[in-house]
């Protein structure tokens, strides 16, 4: 079974700063898809980032980058410039691409702090 | 376009009841999917309807059990209901067609059992 790990159940930033968040999986698929969805107080969970295991490049969306490493089977994110709505639980998650009758597997997720 | 929406918010029950909570889809997805969110689990994959047929399933006793609508509204419901089903319930709906798409996630519903 696949297994989603973070290690970091909280993380601080000074508001402007960059802060990388690390996730470590568990699968003996070669094909997948990663994500980090974010989840503020209003509990709506939102998605951050996406990365398909077969892309070598990994993937931006403006200040939020991921460094996705297969063989080591890692998939930190990385916030550049944090701002005040960045604080939220940030949970990174899996699912396989083709067969299984799963939905994502998610980790116990990283609460990130932002300091004035 | 109008969001994922779930209802109700809030809800409060006794052990041995049951509960049948609601979500209703953005406009043209055809996937609803349902998660468990609590303290100690975490957040884990309940199950997914797609065009009013289950497509994936959880490893949750057969007490939870859901549904979907020829709308793509979905409803799941769980049965006689145990103080460990206490969590915040998610609902996400999505296109369907890939299963790396983004999810679109709703507000959840509050389920406190006594």
């Known amino acids: 079974a696949q297994t989603v790990t973070q290690s970091q159940p909280e993380m601080s930033v000074q508001e402007a700063e960059t802060v990388t968040l690390s996730c470590t999986y568990d699968t003996s698929e070669s094909d997948y898809y990663l994500f980090w969805y974010k989840q503020p107080p209003s509990r709506q969970m939102i998605l951050v980032i996406r990365?398909?295991?077969?892309?070598?490049q990994n993937a931006t969306e403006n200040r939020f980058s991921v460094n996705f490493q297969k063989a080591a089977k890692s998939f930190s994110l990385k916030i550049s410039d944090s701002q005040l709505g960045d604080a939220a639980m940030y949970f990174c998650a899996y699912r396989r691409a083709r067969g299984g009758a799963d939905g994502l597997t998610f980790g116990k997720g990283t609460h990130l702090i932002i300091q004035p | 376009k109008a969001g994922v929406t779930q209802t109700p918010r809030y809800l409060i029950k006794t052990r041995g009841q049951q509960v049948t909570l609601s979500c209703s889809p953005i406009s043209g997805h055809r996937s609803v999917s349902w998660y468990q969110q609590t303290p100690g689990q975490g957040l884990q994959f309940l199950f997914e309807?797609?065009?009013?047929?289950?497509?994936n399933k959880g490893n949750f006793p057969g007490r939870f059990s859901g549904r979907q609508f020829s709308n793509s509204r979905s409803e799941m419901n769980v049965s006689t209901l145990e103080l460990g089903d206490s969590a915040l319930y998610l609902c996400a709906s999505s296109l369907g067609g890939d299963r790396g798409e983004k999810l679109f996630f709703g507000s959840g519903t509050q389920l406190s059992v006594l």
């Open positions: 309807y797609f065009s009013e047929t289950q497509r």
């Open positions: 990365q398909e295991a077969y892309k070598q």
